[in-house]
C-alpha cells in the first residue's frame, strides 16, 4: 500500500505550492499563514493534492483513454466537443478512488468537524488547477466548485466531479488552443468550511477598476446570498467604489455607490438532494445596498492589504482579483478565494487607444444601454442566445462576427464566445462571467441590460459601444467610427501644464494614465443632468407642488434615500469624487452650476422654478443664482456636496469654481452663503477660482483678485460678451473667434494682471486645441496652463512643445 501524503491541511500550504495544491488553495494556505495576524478572516479546510488527481487518473487507468478521446475530435466543431467532453468526464464521474486515498479524504474531513464541534460541516469544494497563474493563459474559472456538500458520500462525489471539471468544454477547448499537454495540468481540491452567506451577502472585489487599470481603486460587486450569482452573472450586484489612498487616513474614502437590481439569491437547499436552490430576494432587500460603509471599509482595507503582501512577494505590483462572503449568521467577513489579477496587471500602458463616434445623430438610433465592459467598439449581426441549455449552445451555428445576446453566459458557452465580434446580456454587473471573458478575449460586451432579448432580434444589425463611459450603448445600424493609437513616448515634455476637461465622472479613470496636470475644469451640471436628473429645487420642494406624476418620479428616482436633498449631494458628491480621486493629487477644479434657465426648465420640475427669459445666455444665470431666495438652497447642497468630497472623502485637490460672476459684491455674496454651508475659502486649504468670462472680470481684475486664489479663462462667454454676439446664433456665427484682437487683448490685460497679483491664470476651451496660432498667442503672454479636452490632449501637448522651442530660439537669437 501506498504510504503518499494525499491530503494536507489548507494552512499547510504556501505560494511556493502551486504545483502540488494548485493556484487557489497555494493563496489560500499562504493568506492563512501571514494575513490572519491582521485580522483577515479565511474559513479552514484542507487540501486534496494534484497528486491524489494523477493517482485517481492512474488507479482507474484513464490516460490513454482519455488522450484517445480528446485526439480523435476537432474541437472546433462544437458538436464533437461537447460528445469528447461529456465522454471523458462520465469516466471520470464512474472511477474509484483507491483505498487509502479515500481513507486520508475522509480522515481529514472528520478531523474538520471535530475542529467546529459538528458531525457533518457544510463545506465548499473547490477545484484549483495547477496552471491558473501560467503568465500566457488564464485557466481560472475553468473548473467546478460545488457548495453546501455534507457528509462523506456527498464528498467524495463531489471531489470526482471536481477531477471531471478538468474536461469541461471549455477547458478542453483553451488547453488545445494553447498547446497543453492535458496531463501536464494537474486538479487540486480545497475542501473549505461554509460560510453562510446563504443568509448574508457575497461577492467579488478587485484590488484595481476592471475597466481602465486604474491603481487607485478597489471596486466591490456584492448580492444577497451565495457568490455564484455574483460570478455567474444571474444577478446585477451592487457596486462600491473605494479609493485607496485615503482608506487608512481616517477618512471615509468610499467615492460610489451603485444600487444594483438583487432580484434573486442562491440559499442552501431546502428539499431532495438539491444542494442549494435560487428563491426571490425581497423587494425592501433590492431597494437597499447589502452592505453598510463599515463592511464596505472593512474589506476594502483586507482587499488593498492582500495586495500589498503579494505585491511584497512578487516584487512587482500585483493586483488582486478576491472572492469574499459575509456570514449571515455571525455577521462576520471571509475571504475565500483571492488570486493575482490576469489582464491589466499584464498590460504594459505605452500607448493610449482611442474610439471616436463620427456620428453626431447616432442617439437617435439609440436602442436600449447597459454596462460597458471595456472601451471598444464592434458592429454586427445579433444571434440571439436565448433559452438555450449547455448542451444547446452547441449546435448552434454562431458565426464569427455575430454578436451574442442572451439572458446571461454560461461558462460551457466560452468556445462559441470566442467567435463573438461584442456579448450582451441581460443581467450581469463588471465582476460577472461575462465580463470576465470578454476582457480576455478583448472584446466589447455590454451586461446589466435587463431586456436585450426582447428587443434585438437575431439577424439585426448593430454597434456595441463601449467607449463612452461606464454605460454601454447599443444603437440600430452600423455606426462609423475611427480607432486612434497613441504613443506615450512620443509625447514631450512641456514647460507649461496642460490640464483636462473632464465632463463625465464614467470617463475619469480611463483617463488617469494620460500625463496631464490635473482637471481645469469639471462642470457639475454634467452630473447634475446625467446623474441626478431633476431640478434640485424640485427635489427639495416636491412634496408641496401638489404635482403627482413629479412626486412619483421623485419618490422612485431617490428610492432608498431619506430625502431629495441627500440624494442630491450623495450622487453630486460621488461625480465630484470620481473626477478628483483619478488626478489625485494635481488640482481638480470643479466649477458650480451654470444651467441658464431655459436649460433647468427643462429637467422634471424645473416649469415650478424657472422663469422665461428673452435671452437665458445673460439671464439669470451663474453667480446670481447661488445667493438667490429662490435657488440659495439649492446651491447650499452644492456646498454640502464639495465639503463632503474634501472632508468626509479626504479628496482635498478639490478647488471650488465661481462662474459667471459680474461684480465683486456679487461674489462676496456668494461667499457669505458658501459659508452658511460650512465651505470657507482658505480653511481647510479650500482655493476658490474664478471664471472670467465678463469683461468686468478683466476690468476689475485687481479688485476680484484680492478675493480669490486663481482665474480660469472661459474663452467662450468672454468672446460673446467682447464682441456683442449671441453664441449660439448662426447669423453672426462667422464673427465668433476668441482669435479677434479684442478678445486676445482682454486675456493678454488678465494674464498680466493674475501675474502682478501673483496667482494663477489658466484657460478651459477648445480654441488653443484648434488654432495653434492661439495657443502660441497665450504661451508668449505666460499662462499658467492649459484644460483641453482629452481627443486634444495629445496634439495640444504636441503644439505647445513646437511653441516653447520656437520661443527658446527666438530668445536665443536675441540674446
Known amino acids: 500500500m501506498s504510504t503518499e501524503k494525499y491530503t494536507m491541511k489548507l494552512v499547510e500550504a504556501s505560494i511556493n505550492d502551486i504545483d502540488k495544491v494548485g493556484g487557489k488553495n497555494a493563496s489560500l494556505g499562504e493568506m492563512l499563514q501571514h494575513l490572519s495576524a491582521q485580522g483577515i478572516r479565511i474559513p479552514d479546510g484542507f487540501i486534496i493534492t494534484a497528486s491524489a488527481y494523477y493517482r485517481f487518473i492512474d488507479h482507474n487507468q484513464l490516460d490513454k483513454q482519455i488522450r484517445a478521446i480528446v485526439n480523435a475530435a476537432d474541437i472546433d466543431d462544437l458538436k464533437q466537443l461537447s460528445a469528447c467532453g461529456a465522454e471523458v468526464r462520465t469516466l471520470i464521474q464512474n472511477g474509484t478512488f483507491p483505498a487509502e486515498m479515500q481513507q486520508q479524504i475522509e480522515q481529514s474531513y472528520k478531523a474538520l468537524c471535530a475542529q467546529y464541534a459538528q458531525d457533518n460541516v457544510d463545506v465548499a469544494v473547490r477545484s484549483s488547477a495547477t496552471a491558473e497563474d501560467l503568465p500566457d493563459a488564464s485557466f481560472a474559472g475553468q473548473q467546478d466548485t460545488y457548495l453546501n456538500v455534507s457528509g462523506e458520500a456527498e464528498l467524495l462525489t463531489s471531489i470526482k466531479n471536481c477531477f471531471a471539471s478538468l474536461f469541461t468544454d471549455r477547458a478542453i477547448s483553451y488547453r488545445q488552443n494553447f498547446g497543453y499537454d492535458h496531463f501536464l495540468i494537474g486538479l487540486s481540491v480545497c475542501v473549505q468550511k461554509m460560510v453562510r452567506s446563504d443568509m448574508g451577502v457575497s461577492g467579488v472585489a478587485f484590488s484595481l477598476d476592471t475597466e481602465s487599470g486604474f491603481k487607485d481603486v478597489v471596486i466591490i460587486n456584492a448580492s444577497y446570498g451565495l457568490g455564484e450569482m455574483v460570478v455567474q452573472g444571474a444577478v446585477s450586484p451592487d457596486e462600491f467604489i473605494v479609493f485607496k489612498p485615503m482608506l487608512n487616513k481616517g477618512f471615509e474614502s468610499i467615492i460610489e455607490k451603485k444600487l444594483g437590481k438583487k432580484h434573486q439569491k442562491m440559499v442552501y437547499g431546502s428539499a431532495g438532494e438539491e444542494r442549494v436552490e435560487i428563491v426571490k430576494t425581497l423587494t425592501h432587500e433590492q431597494n437597499r445596498f447589502c452592505l453598510n460603509n463599515k463592511q464596505i471599509i472593512q474589506l476594502s482595507q483586507w482587499i488593498v492589504a492582500i495586495e500589498d503582501y ?55 438610433h439609440l436602442l436600449l444601454k447597459g454596462i460597458a465592459v471595456g472601451d471598444k467598439i464592434a458592429s454586427g449581426k445579433v444571434h440571439l442566445l436565448n433559452g438555450l441549455d449547455k ?63 426582447e428587443i434585438l432580434k437575431t439577424g439585426q444589425l448593430i454597434t456595441a459601444s463601449c467607449a463612452e463611459g461606464e454605460t454601454g450603448l447599443i444603437y440600430a445600424g452600423e455606426i462609423l467610427y475611427e480607432k486612434h493609437e497613441h504613443n506615450l513616448s512620443d509625447l514631450p515634455e512641456v514647460d507649461t501644464n496642460v490640464m483636462m476637461n473632464i465632463a463625465s465622472p464614467d470617463m475619469a479613470f480611463q483617463y488617469a494614465h494620460y500625463p496631464n496636470k490635473g482637471v481645469g475644469l469639471a462642470r457639475e451640471e454634467f452630473i447634475i443632468n446625467n446623474y441626478i436628473k431633476i431640478h434640485p429645487m424640485a427635489l427639495l420642494k416636491h412634496e408641496e407642488l401638489r404635482d ?217 476651451g477648445q480654441g488653443p486645441s484648434d488654432f495653434p496660432d492661439f495657443a502660441q498667442f497665450l504661451v508668449e503672454e505666460g499662462i499658467d496652463s492649459l484644460s483641453v479636452t482629452p481627443d486634444s490632449f495629445m496634439k495640444t501637448v504636441k503644439a505647445i512643445k513646437q511653441i516653447e522651442d520656437e520661443i527658446r530660439e527666438g530668445a536665443r537669437l536675441t540674446a
Open 391 to 453: 448542451e444547446g449552445i452547441h449546435h448552434i451555428d454562431f458565426k464569427k462576427g455575430d454578436i451574442m445576446v442572451t439572458d446571461m453566459t454560461d461558462p460551457d458557452w466560452e468556445p462559441v464566445m470566442k467567435k463573438a465580434a461584442a456579448i450582451i446580456t441581460n443581467k450581469g454587473g463588471r465582476t460577472c462571467h461575462a465580463a470576465i471573458v470578454a476582457r480576455e478575449l478583448g472584446v466589447p460586451a455590454i451586461v446589466g441590460c435587463d431586456n436585450a432579448t
Open 548 to 764: 403627482a406624476e413629479l412626486t412619483q418620479l421623485i419618490n422612485q428616482t431617490i428610492k432608498g434615500y431619506a430625502s431629495g436633498a441627500d440624494f442630491f449631494v450623495e450622487k453630486l458628491s460621488y461625480g465630484i469624487a470620481k473626477i478628483a480621486a483619478a488626478s489625485h493629487p494635481h488640482k481638480v477644479i470643479v466649477r458650480f452650476s451654470d444651467f441658464k434657465t431655459n436649460e433647468y426648465y427643462n429637467m422634471p420640475g424645473g416649469k415650478h422654478f424657472e422663469p422665461t427669459e428673452e435671452n437665458p445666455m445673460i439671464g439669470w444665470r451663474g453667480a446670481s443664482r447661488y445667493y438667490s431666495k429662490n435657488y440659495q438652497e439649492a446651491f447650499g447642497l452644492e456646498c454640502i456636496a464639495i465639503k463632503k468630497v474634501r472632508e468626509t472623502m479626504g479628496l482635498k485637490n478639490v478647488v471650488v469654481m465661481i462662474p459667471f460672476c459680474r461684480t465683486v459684491t456679487e461674489l462676496l455674496k456668494v461667499y457669505d452663503v458658501m459659508a452658511q454651508y460650512g465651505l470657507k475659502r482658505g480653511e481647510d486649504g479650500l482655493e476658490v477660482y474664478l471664471m472670467a468670462e465678463i469683461p468686468s472680470n478683466v476690468i476689475l481684475a485687481e479688485r476680484f483678485g484680492q478675493y480669490i486664489d486663481g482665474f480660469s479663462i472661459g474663452s467662450n462667454d468672454l468672446t460673446q460678451l467682447v464682441l456683442g454676439l449671441d453664441r449660439d446664433s448662426s447669423l453672426v456665427a462667422d464673427l465668433y473667434s476668441e482669435r479677434n484682437e479684442a478678445v486676445k487683448t482682454m486675456i493678454s490685460s488678465l494674464i498680466q494682471t493674475a501675474k502682478k497679483l501673483r496667482i494663477k491664470v489658466g484657460i478651459c
Open 310 to 364: 503579494y505585491s511584497k512577494l512578487k516584487n512587482k505590483w500585483c493586483p488582486m482579483d478576491v472572492e469574499w462572503a459575509l456570514d449571515g449568521r455571525s455577521n462576520e467577513l471571509f475571504i475565500v478565494q483571492a488570486r493575482p489579477e490576469t489582464i491589466h496587471s499584464r498590460k504594459v500602458v505605452g500607448s493610449i487607444t482611442e474610439f471616436k463616434i463620427h456620428d453626431a445623430q447616432r442617439h437617435n
